[in-house]
């Protein structure tokens, strides 16, 4: 923290023109001290991306998945509909490798290891950003060291004039697929230095959509070519969000509630002539978690608490298969402290250590309700000289596993260390950068990998990777034509051994496990951003990226897939955004490619997956009505009305529509 003592002497003077007396002269008032507080800017030392503010909104997305699209080296499992399945998966290294922090902690599921980025939705979302790696920021939990790449969400967050004591806002949104999706929020100011919010929103959609079967078999003939209506693809859900912050002398806490509740049917696969399917599930996931900070001269602490309960209802009343009714509980208790210390400068050390509980039962007979008790121990250290930038840690790792009724595993003990860097080339500028970083990470496989039978593989072995990465970036400002522009390139190489794969087994909760031994990939992210002023209130921004991969199983020569391209990677795929502003008017367009890929571990014709390419449009216009804005929004997605599967069998919507409005006091 920097402390600037301004001290200002007032002298008045009795020589004035007009008038000049003993008793003019003027009393100097009270002097006061006035401290200026800000918190320290922390040393990126791997620059990340990030969607924030009006771009983040301006995107046609529905869901914080459908917005990590247009992040480069991210591939997103979609099964199609509002209420259908999304993981995202970073640089091909499984979406369990991905950790999602929400507002500081970050977010579980001991059950199956994949956070459904789908039930989190854009609307109280204030920034998205991508870390691969992990974050530049060494004043952070252990758990946040442990994962190959984070994906970062922070909230809204409340803030007054000083003359405002509170915020309104509420929007509703009317789309295709009888989507009905009304939200408000509100934002008190309690006192100077508290305030709280309240989100909520509610989602319904039928989730019936049009879409083209067409298969042909091994041979190239034209097996089935139909047009249907996708079926039980619909929606009830609610989500409910209250928070409470303060500021305290040199630091500050928050405390979070949330809830989503809901209903939905799981739209299965489209095989055999089957369109409809007998699944349901229904969602309760709810969490409390704290976080509080605080700093005294060089030494900084963070500390996080979470309690979380997710409870999954689970049913299937196909007749052609066995009908199952059960239901899943899932509860973790979260403790975590991390400590900086500066030492001097341009030093800085911090030690941070988490302890997490988290336990799974079921309505089944004899299941094991295993407990699993982690410990994680980091240590890090960062050093800013300036145009070089350096960072290293080390994570310990301890697992302890209990199984009720049933012998327990051995315990995993695992250290992972990583160091990264940067320099600035330039003597005058820090525009140009040059980075790098090598990282191990390390997963457990969760409880549904290692104890259901029917589910996974009990004979899985832990996942482990080496992540090199070295890559170079542009970044300049200035107030001419091109207002900003950044260019970035990454090459990476990354080594997983012990891969575990997942695919969906019939239906779609519910997953077979694969250890694929070792992979080897390599890729190459290029990303560009800039920002024109051509006239007057006329801006245009230009977003892209683009990601080469090659992901090889390179397990055994023995295998027909030796060194085949992994399931559902593509060699090729990129996004484009194109944002124009005048005035009050807004428009956007984004373009989404996923090149060819294989369903299949074997890299044959009949396993072959076609490329898809989506366009989407918005227009928009704000406006004032009675001192009260508001925004009015109209949204195309794939406007070409492509056919197109982003899972085998997982049809996607073609053409659909969306209006919304959104009024703010």
Known sequence: MKRI??????????????????????????????????????????????????????????????ALRYFSGVQVKDYGGVGGIKTVNIRSMGTNHTGVVYDGVELGNAQNGQIDLGQFSLDNIEALSLYNGQKSEILQPAKDFGSAGSIYIRTRTPQFAADESYHARAAVRFGSFDLLNPSALVELRLSPRVNASLSAEWITSTGRYKFRYRRVNPAGELAYDTTAVRQNGDINATRIEANLNGSINMGEWHFKVYNYNSERGVPGAIVNNVWRRGERIWDTNSFAQGSFTKTVGSFTTLNNIKYAFY??????????????????????????????????PWWRLSASYDFQWNTLSADMYGFAKPDRYSNLLSVATAVDLGRFKAQASGLATFIHDRLRGQQSP???????????????????????QL?????????MPTFNDLYYADMGNSRLSPERVTQCNVGIVYSHDSRGFVRSLRLSADAYYNLVKNKIVAYPKGQQFRWTMLNLGKVDIRGIDI?????????????????????????????????????????????????AVLNLSWRQWN????????????NQQENIRYNYTQPWYTSDVSLSRDFTFNKVRCRALVEVN??????????????????????????EI
Request: glycine letters at 4%; aromatic letters at 12%.
């Open 527 to 575: 990303t560009a951003l800039a920002g024109f002023n051509p006239a007057g209130d006329l801006y245009a921004t230009i977003r892209g990226q683009y990601t080469y991969q090659r992901a090889i199983d390179i397990t055994s020569p023995a295998d027909n897939y030796y060194r085949h391209q992994i399931p559902y990677i593509p060699h090729h795929s990129g996004s």
């Open 311 to 344: 409870r999954t209802h689970y049913v299937n009343n196909d007749d052609k298969q066995i009908k199952i009714d059960n239901l899943y509980r899932q509860r973790e208790f979260y403790l975590s402290s991390a400590n900086e210390l500066a030492l001097t």
């Open 435 to 443: 980075r790098a970083f090598v990282k191990r990470s390390f997963r």
């Open 587 to 598: 428009v956007n367009y984004s373009f989404i490619y996923v090149g060819a890929r294989y």
């Open 5 to 66: 003592t301004l001290i200002t002497i007032l002298f008045a003077s009795a020589a004035t023109a007009g008038a000049a007396t003993a008793d003019s002269i003027a009393i100097p008032e009270q002097l006061h001290e006035i401290t200026v507080t800000s918190r320290r800017k922390p040393v990126e030392v791997i620059p990340v991306q990030t969607l924030s503010g009006d771009e983040l909104q301006r995107l046609n997305s529905n869901s914080i998945a459908d």
């Open 410 to 432: 051995a315990d995993k003990h695992v250290f992972t260390p990583a160091i990264y860097a940067s320099f600035s080339p330039l003597r005058r500028s820090r525009d140009l």
């Open 638 to 663: 794939n406007l070409l009305s492509q056919d197109y599967d982003v899972i085998l069998n997982y049809p996607m919507p073609k053409r659909n529509f969306r209006i919304s409005l959104t009024v």
